[in-house]
Nanobody, 118 residues
Framework: QVMLVESGGDSVQAGGSLRLTCEASGYIYSSYCWGWFRQVPGKVREGVATIYDDGSTTYAYSVRGRFTISKDNAKNTLFLQMNSLMAEDSAMYYC????????????WGQGTQVTVSS
């Protein structure tokens, strides 16, 4: 069974930075891709960034150039460095992993809250 635990969420001022961490346990296939998603109450959960088994990455247009996804393969730990935060980045952030065909979301963490005040 795969378990994901996010941390690093906080309340920050606009323009600030945060680094989210997602620690994974259990058996995780090396072919799995990993992603960060976020959700605001009443809205659909949206993809923020994805990292694939070959190390390639994709980002939502709204975070491109400000957020960086990375992964420590030896520790099965996923990161999201968030810079130049804006109020609209406020959301619950979730990490997920899984097969690419399933959108890298076979397994989910419980989420970590990010609040950005302007």
């Amino acid at each position: 069974q795969v378990m994901l635990v996010e941390s690093g969420g906080d309340s920050v001022q606009a323009g600030g930075s945060l680094r989210l961490t997602c620690e994974a346990s259990g058996y995780i296939y090396s072919s799995y891709c990993w992603g960060w998603f976020r959700q605001v109450p009443g809205k659909v959960r949206e993809g923020v960034a994805t990292i694939y088994d070959d190390g390639s990455t994709t980002y939502a247009y709204s975070v491109r150039g400000r957020f960086t996804i990375s992964k420590d393969n030896a520790k099965n730990t996923l990161f999201l460095q968030m810079n130049s935060l804006m109020a609209e980045d406020s959301a619950m952030y979730y990490c997920a992993t899984g097969v690419q065909a399933a959108g890298c979301r076979s397994y989910w963490g419980q989420g970590t809250q990010v609040t950005v005040s302007s």
